[in-house]
């Protein structure tokens, strides 16, 4: 009575809100892991249970979005702290034919159906991208329970989610200036040329040169020195690529590639950063929840698109990923194709920039919404299908 | 460009200042350890640096301060992970002398210092109070540092410095009651016996619950179960005790505590919980010097009164609780005395809560404020000559 009144009360309002997001998503994540589905939709369910759409218990501040967002940064921190840039150039040739049809077919096919639909040009756009990017968190993780990383069609999957993730924050830059009503093809190609190239730098000259720099960094007196170098190199290289103009996320993911070599025998760092994202990215995932509107969907003809749009994203994906393996055989192609079809955190990030652009509005907003969602759970129980044959041959390995 | 101005350009401006508070904590930290004082201190001095008195580049927000509070929640949370309740049982009758005689002490004394400088009854409260509780974070962090966490002395300063923080808070809880004008003093037993209620319940019924349950925990499906369970038992006593009227971190302390037999074999949970806190905490030493106003310091008469008010904590501190000890002997009780000089994060909230509730302004925060930071900083290098014996004859053990 005394300190909770003392303390302003405002604070302790946040701490409860805050403390109702973690909670209830850590405990949708544990009914979800017993029903053998992914953690991550639980964690999105448990905010649409406490958000405006079913219990009201809390609203998006200030503070739950910048959490959110520090929340993704370090996600795709931490992918890319598990993916060495040597991994990727060594299956780069399949990996990267998989990647390229797996983005052109679902973003010329969503584009078509929205355009068919009736929508705008630069709502068509907006669809087509979030149907574009893969879930590589979603992937790996699903990949590692499974017992797979070591496959040749897990490497491949994980370099062509890589490279359809660059490739799509690629297309969403290209999208959001056509939105912003100035389609300045000259900019485009600068944007489009500062993001490779940044890219480029930092796979190519940042991580060797960090790789060097690692038993320097070592020796640094703070406390637990490689950690702070890599949360300062993550948090440097978010603000770098927003500025550059491509998203924060893609730094962050880079300065992870960036930090792979020099941290792969590090398991001291990883549970650090494994324990930082345990507290922060459940934000996120709820954050997303907390913004989905259920109440639209009672509109049949909301109902009848979301259907049509998640069946589109899947097949498209399936397919445009599996003809690029197909040289692998048939069944091996399938394992890459369904291996992409978790749409997860990206297209709801492209999902949330045409929304705050005011580009798309709540139904498509909902839509997308529940495409990302929907597909990332309909891979894994799939991937297990058509992985039966190796998981059968193989003992389980402990999870990525 | 696009990207930058797709997202809400809020966003990146909360991101950069966010960026600019941890790296420089993190910068002045190195400058600090390199200088062999403590790093802490640097971690305070940047926020100085970057605040309102020196270069002015971050103002704080409701981001800012919530990050603060999170992460003085976590800070006490791990301090209770390294504190057996069994621990402070057997030096506890020592210990207790310690702690009772180390905060009479400085409580009396700094009360009577402000009441003869001419200041008013709830001011001099305040100053007394500050000038209380021990930061067991740090002087576990010096005493691990020097390799003497296994002396006895150790062992007695750690358990006065828990039993310091429990006293210190409910004597805040007691006087920001009469702060507030209503010294009732009914409310103020309640709230005294429900803050003794509920440490006595967690520390003697939660503890050992959560010890035998600990295997359960493990069972659970969500990934990193343990270190999920202690984050929501975290969040969860942190606002019960704010709700019973004590400080949100004596919550956050207690969960620890009530862990602590729990996960004593766990490195991993302390791996994950250092990446959090090496994360989050910075936020909260950062957002401390960001406070402060080195202006006030120009007037000679602030400036007498801040060296006065230093000299009174670190005598009183040094003889209440040397006095505790000297049953062991001089050097030894010197020892424990100097010990319990660093008032660090403790004497700090102390200091915000008098000025959230407007009681204590601007002048004596400052003052204040430069108390909790020098005592911490003079303590390091006493407590080298006070233990050359004993660092002598052992090799250094690695740090706490």
């Not at 805050?18 to 029903?35: G, H, N, P, Q, T």
């Not at 448990?46 to 993704?72: D, M, Y």
Request: charge should be neutral; proline fraction near 3%.
């Amino acid at each position: 009575m005394f300190l909770a009144s003392a303390t302003p009360s405002d604070h302790l309002n946040i701490l409860v809100t805050l403390s109702i997001m973690w909670v209830s998503a850590k405990l949708m994540a544990e009914v979800f892991e017993r029903l053998k589905q992914p953690a991550v939709v639980g964690e999105i369910l448990a905010g649409v249970l406490i958000g405006q759409s079913v219990l009201g218990w809390v609203e998006p501040t200030e503070t739950t979005s910048t959490l959110s967002e520090i929340g993704v940064i370090f996600l795709l921190f931490t992918v890319g702290l598990e993916t060495k840039p040597s991994s990727i150039f060594r299956v780069g040739k399949k990996a990267a034919m998989v990647a390229v049809l797996g983005v052109v077919v679902p973003f010329v096919c969503g584009y078509l159906l929205m355009k068919a639909w009736g929508s705008s040009n630069v709502e068509s756009l907006f669809i087509g991208t979030a149907m574009v990017a893969t879930s590589v968190g979603i992937t790996a993780r699903v990949l590692g329970q499974l017992g797979l990383l070591e496959e040749d069609t897990s490497r491949i999957i994980l370099g062509a989610a890589i490279i359809d993730d660059i490739l799509g924050l690629l297309i969403l830059a290209v999208v959001s200036s056509v939105a912003e009503g100035r389609i300045d093809y000259f900019e485009i190609l600068l944007t489009a040329g500062l993001a490779i190239a940044f890219t480029v730098f930092v796979a190519f000259i940042g991580a060797p040169a960090v790789t060097k720099m690692a038993p320097r960094i070592e020796n640094l007196r703070v406390e637990n020195s490689f950690f702070v170098f890599a949360v300062g190199l993550c948090l440097s290289l978010s603000i770098a690529a927003a500025y550059i103009g491509i998203a924060a996320i893609i730094g962050a993911f880079l300065a992870g590639m960036a930090l792979a070599e020099a941290t792969e025998d590090k398991t001291t760092i990883h549970k650090q950063m494994n324990g930082l994202t345990e507290f922060l990215v459940p934000f996120f995932f709820v954050s997303i929840g907390m913004q989905l509107r259920l109440d639209v969907f009672r509109d049949p003809t909301v109902l009848a698109l979301t259907i049509l749009v998640f069946l589109v994203a899947v097949i498209t994906k399936l397919v445009g990923a599996g003809v690029g393996a197909l040289s692998m055989g048939l069944r091996r192609a399938g394992q890459v194709g369904m291996g992409m079809v978790p749409r997860g955190e990206v297209g709801v990030v492209v999902a949330q920039i045409g929304f705050s652009l005011a580009v798309i509005n709540d139904q498509l907003y909902a839509v997308v919404l529940f495409m990302a969602v929907a597909t990332t759970l309909v891979a894994p129980p799939f991937l297990k299908i058509l992985f039966a044959k190796e998981i059968k041959t193989r003992t389980p390995a402990s999870g990525a």
